[in-house]
């Protein structure tokens, strides 16, 4: 598959929404490269910052929302194979990913490490990779 193909659109109980894309694509010989991601956009309303000057400096430095993404990938699978290992790579994402999106926490976490990542890493020199 050449473009990222939606699966399924899950409400969780927290409010935030997951999307799962199947981005397989052929790898060679007639072997897949199967990939699942789930992706699920965090507002930075969800995260509970009270702050109106901390909320502007993580929306200046993250955006809103903030993109998260999970995925699992098995390589080299037969063509015999695939729709099963699809199949099984799907339900292994849901069992793994699916509990952690839904903690109630998960969103205040999560903007908070992706924070502290974007202010580890280095200017590089360039303004716009920062």
């Keep these: 598959m050449s473009d990222p193909q939606v699966l399924r659109t899950l409400l969780l109980s927290n409010g935030l929404q997951v999307t799962i894309h199947d981005v397989s694509r ?25 702050d109106p ?29 695939v729709e099963q290992a ?21 969103a205040a976490h999560f903007v908070t490490k992706q924070y502290q990542q974007k202010l580890k890493r280095p200017l590089r020199g360039i303004p716009c990779l920062t």
């Design 86 to 106: 699809r199949a099984a790579l799907e339900q292994r994402l849901l069992a793994q990913v699916i509990p952690l999106l839904e903690h109630t926490d998960f």
């Design 53 to 81: 000057s901390r909320l502007e400096e993580l929306r200046c430095r993250l955006g809103d929302p903030v993109l998260f993404v999970g995925s699992l990938e098995q390589m080299a699978v037969p063509p015999d194979q």
């Design 26 to 50: 052929h790898y060679f010989g007639g072997y897949w490269r199967l990939r699942m991601e789930a992706r699920c956009p965090v507002p930075l309303s969800a995260a509970g910052i009270a």
